[in-house]
């Protein structure tokens, strides 16, 4: 009873098994064979009692007769109808069983036995069953990959990105009618489940993942994954997980539960919109923004630092820094404790702890730059 | 409630052994075809048992055939008899194993119950 009791405290979210895909379809495939077990018992039955019966009958137990008996048994249930090929002194008593053994049998073995086995093979589904093993067999191994719920447009476009890099994803759908829909768009890994409930989740590898993002049109669907997944990866560092939200309050529901990004699709086409009308859209600058956003193979990218209490560089003017010769990064905004942003600062500008800086950079160089600031942090600690 | 499935297939996996220990003791031709037949069917019956041990059930099941089988052809063509009495008791030992086998699941299968 106590083992019981520590085995349930053992996790923080519960003693719960993840749902084992694999299984599942190992299991379908053995209820396939469990179908075989009758007919094939009453195969086996009836030739042992037809070959019982004649050795009976005859009086005869020698090889020669019982090989023969069990010949004239099987081209009986065959319907094959081959003389009896055996010396016999009883021909009439012979000739009784077999008719009546032919009655009983002919039904019970060719037309169930037989028909039932060839029946199981041909509906049995066994391709498709084999399909589904194969792909949780290989989802299992998977890790670091990203775990998306729902299949929508969003969605859709999102996966497009992700296996153009070549990111492992998982798709979790709840609507069954979706899976040819899926199946036809080519995603690799999918699972036609509930994705707020704690097996699945487990059961897609949510414990390797990088990363999970919920995409559904309701926001309680979306808050019931995030609070879920959270539950079992605390740890908002490690794991990440975006969602989408149809209106302000429930995006700032769904942070506080554990959402580290949320993105309210509407407002984000009106923002953009605007910013086409506001800003009259040249192509080389509308390329420039677009592979700072959505960059494939990104060469240009915008971080953001933070000026913490204890490094050397608070408190210094920009050019004493010297971020862009140090690193090759440009100094874009700060921002500054308050909230206030400074675009564009001048060498002059002081940086003071808790200030955050957005550079712009190529990606190595913004790397560069991050352990610069670190290093000032570090040495001055250790000091 | 008794399972009646349950009961069937108990009931040939114990006949198999059964049948079979009664043909090593008389060595009659009607009681090896009997063992045999009846060997066959408890095979079929450990199909697709989601259960634990079904793995090695089948396995002994199918020990026991591939001993039976040989057993029945050198009896009747009456080259080897002692060895096909020799693989019968092959295929005895067998049965006996599934059986303890079967016994152990029974016992884990009320312990898993109590656990609810």
Redesign the interface.
């Known amino acids: 009873m106590e083992k019981?009791h520590r085995r349930r405290k053992g996790k923080p979210y519960g003693n719960i098994k993840p749902k084992n895909y694999r299984a599942i379809y190992e299991?379908k495939f053995?209820?396939?064979?469990?179908q075989?077990?009758y007919p094939?018992?009453t195969i086996?039955?009836f030739?042992?009692?037809g070959?019982?019966m004649l050795?009976?009958i005859n009086q005869k137990?020698?090889?020669?007769s019982?090989?023969n008996y069990f010949f004239h048994t099987i081209i009986t249930f065959s319907t094959v109808g081959y003389t009896e090929g055996y010396d016999t002194e009883h021909l009439e008593i012979n000739r009784l069983f077999t008719s009546i053994f032919i009655i009983v049998t002919l039904p019970l073995v060719y037309m169930y036995g037989l028909v039932s086995i060839v029946n199981v093979f041909m509906n049995g589904n066994i391709e498709e069953i084999y399909r589904y093993w194969r792909m949780y067999k290989r989802m299992e191994k998977l890790n670091g990959h990203y775990i998306i719920c729902h299949f929508n447009e969003i969605t859709k476009e999102l996966m497009k990105q992700l296996k153009k890099r070549k990111v492992k994803f998982v798709l979790i759908e709840p609507n069954p009618d979706k899976e040819k829909e899926i199946r036809d768009f080519g995603v690799e890994f999918y699972v036609i489940d509930e994705p707020y409930k704690r097996d699945v989740l487990l059961g897609v590898g949510l414990e390797n993942a990088r990363g999970l993002v919920t995409a559904f049109e309701e926001n309680t669907q979306d808050i019931a994954v995030i609070v879920t997944a959270r539950l079992i990866r605390p740890d908002k560092e490690n794991f990440y997980i975006v969602a989408t939200a149809t209106n302000e309050e429930s995006a700032e529901k769904m942070k506080l539960l554990g959402a580290n990004e949320v993105i309210i699709p509407s407002f984000t086409v009106g923002r953009r919109i605007a910013s086409f009308i506001f800003h009259k859209p040249t192509p080389i600058l509308d390329r420039f923004l677009e592979r700072i956003a959505y960059g494939e193979k990104t060469d240009i990218d915008l971080i953001e630092v933070a000026i913490d209490k204890d490094s050397e560089l608070a408190n210094k003017k920009l050019k004493e820094i010297k971020l862009p010769q140090q690193t090759g990064t440009t100094v874009v905004a700060i921002v500054k404790n308050d909230g206030r942003m400074k675009i564009s600062p001048s060498g002059d500008t002081t940086v003071s702890e808790g200030d955050h800086l957005i550079l712009l950079g190529h990606p190595k160089a913004l790397k560069r730059a991050e352990e610069f600031i670190k290093k000032h942090q570090i040495e001055k600690t250790e000091v | 409630m008794i399972k009646w499935s349950k009961v069937w297939s108990d009931f040939f996996i114990f006949l198999a052994l059964t049948s079979n220990v009664g043909f090593i003791f008389s060595g009659d031709p009607y009681q090896l075809i009997i063992a045999v037949g009846v060997n066959l069917i408890a095979t079929v019956l450990k199909f697709g048992a989601k259960k634990i041990l079904s793995a090695e059930l089948l396995a002994t099941a199918l020990v026991a055939d591939l001993h039976l089988i040989p057993a029945t052809i050198l009896y009747f063509t009456e080259t080897h008899v002692h060895l096909a009495v020799g693989l019968a008791i092959g295929a005895a030992v067998a049965n006996a194993i599934s059986i303890i086998m079967l016994i152990i699941e029974i016992i884990f299968e009320y312990s898993k119950e109590e656990d609810y």
């Open positions: 019981n299991e053995y209820d396939v064979l469990l075989l077990r094939l018992m086996i039955f030739t042992t009692l070959i019982l050795m009976i137990s020698d090889g020669k019982v090989l």
